[in-house]
């Protein structure tokens, strides 16, 4: 019993000074890393919208290069699954939507059976802000 004594009056404690102290240094510790993990998040969240919208435009650009070898030149103005806007000097535009995303299609009138073809993707029909580009020269009707 005596060495029980002995033992709590020699034990020291932790002072309130000290938990203050670690309290502060892990304050400051957190306050580094939390913004961070926000902003990681957020970092995600936008490179998840802008793989999603680059599988959107390959995908519409492989059922253009599909439908344009399958086509002829003539066929411009008639496109499956767009839905024909426009035609300036140069180029015939087209807009498909779907639920993720509207999509902008152009294609430059063929000169020497290629065409120039651009698609734009975008999160709404008030494109806002544009998700993904893609750009390439097709080839109208079947190669020789």
């Given at each position: 019993?005596?060495?029980?004594?002995q033992?709590t009056?020699?034990?020291r404690?932790?002072?309130?000074?000290?938990?203050?102290a670690?309290?502060?240094i892990?304050?400051?510790i957190?306050?580094?890393?939390?913004p961070?993990?926000g902003?990681?998040m957020?970092?995600?969240?936008?490179?998840?919208?802008m793989?999603?919208?680059?599988?959107?435009?390959?995908?519409?650009?492989?059922?253009?290069?599909?439908q344009?070898?399958t086509?002829?030149?003539?066929s411009?103005?008639?496109?499956?699954n767009?839905?024909?806007?426009?035609k300036?000097?140069?180029?015939?535009?087209?807009?498909k939507?779907?639920?993720e995303?509207?999509?902008?299609i152009s294609?430059?009138?063929?000169?020497?059976?290629?065409?120039?073809?651009?698609?734009?993707v975008?999160?709404?029909?008030?494109?806002?802000?544009?998700?993904?580009?893609?750009?390439?020269?097709?080839?109208w009707?079947k190669?020789?």
């Amino acid at each position: 019993m005596k060495r029980i004594l002995q033992y709590t009056r020699n034990a020291r404690g932790v002072t309130l000074v000290e938990i203050l102290a670690s309290l502060v240094i892990l304050s400051v510790i957190l306050a580094v890393f939390v913004p961070l993990f926000g902003h990681s998040m957020t970092s995600t969240k936008v490179s998840e919208d802008m793989l999603d919208a680059t599988y959107v435009a390959q995908t519409t650009m492989e059922e253009l290069h599909q439908q344009m070898t399958t086509l002829n030149e003539t066929s411009i103005g008639s496109l499956k699954n767009a839905t024909y806007l426009r035609k300036d000097t140069e180029r015939y535009y087209y807009k498909k939507e779907t639920s993720e995303a509207y999509i902008e299609i152009s294609i430059k009138a063929p000169v020497d059976g290629l065409s120039s073809v651009l698609v734009k993707v975008y999160p709404n029909s008030g494109k806002s802000k544009l998700l993904a580009q893609m750009e390439t020269i097709n080839r109208w009707g079947k190669t020789p």
